[in-house]
């Protein structure tokens, strides 16, 4: 888990298969049903207190909007655009557990 941005109205954490707990597994262990690894991205409106989580195309998707930021630094403004549009797809609350 990555925290890729933080700020007064938005926070975003990338989410990662668990890979490394893979290769500490010892050869007699007993081999585990295969899982599906796949990557998530969290994005946090703390204005309005809800959270999206975006995988498969989703985080296809936000990915390739990360990857133009790394080429082309956008403005702070220009990043809270874009995750104000996912902010639109929020529907779970936020619980502190």
């Not at 309005?48 to 133009?68: M, N, P, T």
């Amino acid at each position: 888990m990555n925290t890729l941005y933080d700020s007064e109205s938005f926070a975003v954490v990338h989410m990662q298969p668990d890979a490394a707990n893979a290769a500490l597994l010892a050869p007699a262990d007993p081999p585990r049903a295969p899982t599906l690894e796949r990557h998530g991205f969290e994005i946090v409106d703390k204005r309005s207190g809800k959270e999206v989580y975006l995988d498969g195309s989703w985080a296809e998707l936000f990915q390739q909007h990360i990857s133009a930021w790394q080429l082309n630094t956008p403005t702070q403004e220009e990043v809270e655009d874009t995750l104000e549009q996912y902010a639109g797809l929020a529907q779970n609350p936020v619980l502190v557990h």
